[in-house]
């Protein structure tokens, strides 16, 4: 039987406070502990993007990390991109573009985008494509994203 951990840290923007099992993943945590759902799981193995997350402003695949390592620290998910009554820009121009096709990998896919955006607003095509290389869609082809994104940005790709 594995040993329960309790950690405190911070989910968008709202302390949270939960105890468990040691060795879980945050992407379980998130979903089977605390009903965020938008954070998917796919391969498992921090290949696909799917699982993305920001934690204290860096972009991770939730797969990976314990959830212990959450403690005292700041993660932002899907959910938290949303304001009370209105999307994100990027999550929004996802949706204007006809970006988010069969919505598996977006949440990832978003949240990787706005990380990226966030540290370059100047963002250039080959740097977007650098920068989503980790980011799995089957479904895209990748165009409309990088039209989203550069919308988002306010650049031209």
Do not use: W
Not at 7 to 27: C, D, E, K, Q
């Amino acid at each position: 039987m594995s040993a329960t951990v309790e950690i405190a840290f911070t989910l968008n923007g709202r302390p949270v406070r939960t105890s468990v099992p040691a060795h879980m993943s945050t992407l379980n945590m998130l979903r089977d502990v605390l009903d965020h759902t938008g954070t998917k799981y796919a391969c498992g193995e921090g290949e696909c993007g799917a699982c993305t997350v920001i934690v204290d402003g860096v972009s991770l695949n939730s797969c990976l990390m314990h959830a212990v390592e959450c403690e005292g620290r700041e993660v932002t998910t899907i959910e938290g991109l949303r304001s009370e009554d209105a999307l994100h820009p990027m999550q929004q121009a996802f949706v204007d573009f006809g970006a988010i096709q069969c919505g598996y990998c977006m949440p990832g896919m978003i949240l990787q985008a706005k990380h990226i955006v966030d540290r370059n607003p100047a963002i250039t095509r080959q740097q977007l494509k650098r920068g989503l290389e980790g980011n799995v869609c089957r479904c895209t082809g990748y165009h409309k994203v990088f039209d989203a994104v550069a919308a988002a940005a306010g650049v031209e790709i």
